[in-house]
């Protein structure tokens, strides 16, 4: 399986630029998208296809990559961006998710 | 608007067996692929099953494979998962989500979840 690679957690200001890598074990294409989870919420897709933004989120998030290796940046982060961040691939079966990493505001 | 509720959840023996369900509304369900995806406790998210928009195509994890049937009825436009010989690594959160279909196959909205606890 392609396993997707995530920082476990990274903790930034209001205000902020923040960056959260994926790294998958094998090439991808750009078939990378990315999901926000809150706390006791389901995941909701933000950016498809790596650099795609999906249909209501901010222009404060984008997504970049191709390959092996891909970023979602958010700038600037809000308060409301506390959650945890998915990457998920679809171009080798099965489809895989990576880890999380869970964003804390300072 | 884009809803998905999941039902079905609960308290289940390993071995025995748990039927979930997934109504969705505010889109054309006959015209999108459907997928169930679970999370464990305080952990990622694991694709299990995907079914194509018409039901004559279904995909699973291999870890699944001949346990877990993904089913829908799109004149009810629900969704299904039989779960049978359940274990207690299926305990999880199952969510529903609509899936966009090939090549891109990724989940565009999502269900609350409904949890499964496999224990005795």
């Known amino acids: 399986d392609t396993v997707l690679t995530q920082s476990p957690a990274l903790a930034v200001s209001p205000g902020e630029r923040v960056s959260i890598s994926c790294r998958a074990s094998e090439g991808v294409n750009s078939y990378m998208h990315w999901y926000q989870q809150k706390p006791g919420q389901q995941p909701k897709l933000l950016i498809y296809k790596a650099s795609n933004l999906a249909s209501g989120v901010p222009a404060r998030f984008s997504g970049s990559g191709s390959g092996t290796d891909f970023t979602l940046t958010i700038d600037p982060v809000e308060a409301d961006d506390t959650a945890t961040y998915f990457c998920?691939?679809?171009?080798?079966?099965?489809?895989?998710f990576g880890g999380g990493t869970k964003l804390e505001l300072k | 608007e884009v809803q998905l509720v999941e039902s079905g959840g609960g308290l289940v023996q390993p071995g025995r067996s748990l039927k979930l369900s997934c109504a969705a509304s505010?889109?054309?369900?006959?015209?999108?692929?459907m997928a169930w995806v679970r999370q464990a406790p305080t952990k990622g998210l694991e694709w299990v099953a995907t079914?194509?928009?018409?039901?004559?195509?279904?995909y699973y994890r291999d870890s699944v494979k001949g346990r877990f049937t993904i089913s829908r009825d799109n004149a009810k436009s629900t969704l299904y998962l039989q779960m049978d010989s359940l274990r207690s690594e299926d305990t999880a959160t199952y969510y529903c989500a609509r899936q966009v279909g090939a090549p891109y196959w990724y989940f565009d909205f999502w269900g609350p979840g409904t949890m499964v606890t496999v224990s005795s």
């Open positions: 079914i194509s928009y018409d039901g004559s195509s279904t």
């Open positions: 505010g889109f054309t369900f006959s015209n999108y692929g």
């Open positions: 998920q691939q679809s171009w080798n079966d099965p489809w895989t």
